[in-house]
């Protein structure tokens, strides 16, 4: 099961997303379909929190990546997402830990 929650940005009126549970199997697919409908709505991510995640699949890695590359920072802490989040940005499991990391350059 994944939990999504909006965080509304009061300064800029974007919307940050706390992520809860598992971001595997259908979940991935939920999570890109809400991404997806928030683009539409001209609603900008401003983060994704990941502080909540139990277990990230393949399929995850691959949408957080790609969300990563699109300038959504990922926000992790536990060794676990910050493994992730430092394979996914490049950067050190040193520098992933942190907290939030924007996209590089």
């Known amino acids: 099961m994944l939990k999504i929650t909006e965080q509304q940005e009061q300064d800029s009126g974007s919307v940050a997303l706390i992520l ?19 683009a539409l709505n001209r609603q900008r ?12 699949d393949a399929d995850g890695k691959v949408l957080l990546s790609r969300l ?20 996914i940005t490049g950067m050190s499991l040193t520098d992933a830990s942190d907290g939030i990391r924007d996209r590089a350059g």
Not at 21 to 38: N, T
Not at 45 to 56: A, E, K, P, Q, R
Not at 68 to 87: I, K
Request: aromatic share 8%; hydrophobic share 45%; proline share 2%.
């Open 20 to 38: 809860e549970g598992r971001l595997a199997g259908c979940w991935v697919e939920e999570l890109e379909v809400y991404c997806s409908a928030m």
């Open 45 to 56: 991510c401003s983060m994704i929190d990941l502080t909540g995640v139990t277990f990230i």
């Open 68 to 87: 990563w590359r699109q300038g959504v920072p990922l926000r992790a802490t536990g060794c676990l997402n910050r493994c992730v989040v430092a394979e």
